[in-house]
């Protein structure tokens, strides 16, 4: 079905039109979630809080900018919001552990290892996401977009509402820092 | 130990290692825990409260009433003259025959 009849259908609330949706773009949002969360779980609620929310406010859909590019914008900002509330939570637990009485440590979450990643590849894309986690927001959303979705600048600035010379400042200290990050871990290993 | 050049190698791999990346693919009940998510919001009662007055138009029609009525209770208290109670309060603790009274009394 034609995605714009698709999205007329949505917003008088057609089930079949909203499944259809979520069939066609559900791995490019679970996809882009997971690489900016590192985290099947969480991913996982993001993509379902991402449909829910087109559900919702799909009224307020104009076709200025194409479906996709609106899904994105939806996915990095829920994706970011539960990022950083993750990590209030991490900081509240640490300064817990520091006044509690049983003075725990926090628990460093496990290597991040993408399912969509070549076996040969494995344990160098796990260090890469490891450095990719320790990024800029703004670069990290990025370098995310482009190689795991493989979006093009201009797509990317599109989605992140800026120019096409700023995404391209960010991807060139994306990765300088990443550059920087990784040579600092293979000197400690 | 690796020297310089080999570790730049290693990066320069590494940064190169998501090259040919598959998507990721999401759960295939993802639909279903959407539909579920959906029907949890509409049953909840409190949701809609929340969201009913949340609305601007309503928050301020709100406010707007419970001032009204604040200025209501302000303006009718203050026009009606002060019942006896009142007046005894008054007296007991405004009036100038007590005030000389405690000074003039003597200790018993």
Do not use: C
Not at chain 1, 14 to 42: K, P
Not at chain 1, 134 to 162: C, V, W
């Amino acid at each position: 079905m034609d995605e714009l009849l698709l999205i007329e259908k949505l917003k008088q609330g057609d089930e079949a039109a909203f499944r259809q949706i979520v069939e066609s773009w559900q791995n490019m949002v679970y996809n882009t979630a997971i690489g900016i969360l590192q985290n099947a779980e969480d991913a996982e609620d993001v993509a379902q809080e991402v449909f829910v929310q087109v559900f919702e406010s799909v009224r307020s859909f104009k076709a200025e900018a194409k479906f996709s590019t609106w899904l994105y914008r939806i996915t990095v900002s829920k994706a970011l919001d539960h990022l950083r509330k993750k990590k209030r939570k991490k900081r509240f637990a640490y300064i817990q552990s520091i006044f509690g009485p049983n003075n725990e440590t926090v628990i460093d979450k496990p290597d991040f290892n993408h399912p969509g990643v070549t076996l040969d590849n494995k344990e160098r894309a796990t260090m890469l996401f490891s450095a990719i986690a320790r990024l800029p927001e703004n670069q990290k959303i990025a370098f995310t977009l482009h190689k795991l979705e493989g979006l093009s600048y201009q797509e990317i600035s599109d989605i992140m509402k800026t120019s096409v010379s700023s995404v391209e400042s960010l991807m060139h200290r994306a990765k300088n820092n990443l550059k920087r990050l990784l040579t600092g871990d293979y000197e400690r290993n | 130990m690796k020297n310089k050049q080999q570790i730049q190698q290693e990066v320069e791999k590494t940064l190169n290692s998501l090259d040919n990346i598959q998507r990721a693919e999401a759960n295939p009940y993802l639909f279903t825990r959407i539909k579920a998510a959906l029907q949890k919001e509409e049953k909840s009662v409190w949701a809609l409260a929340i969201g009913f007055m949340g609305r601007p138009v309503v928050a301020l029609a709100t406010i707007f009433l419970i001032l009204m009525i604040n200025m209501a209770v302000f303006f009718t208290v203050k026009s009606q003259p002060a019942d006896e109670d009142q007046q005894l309060y008054a007296n007991e603790y405004f009036s100038n025959t007590t005030v000389s009274d405690y000074e003039n009394a003597t200790n018993e």
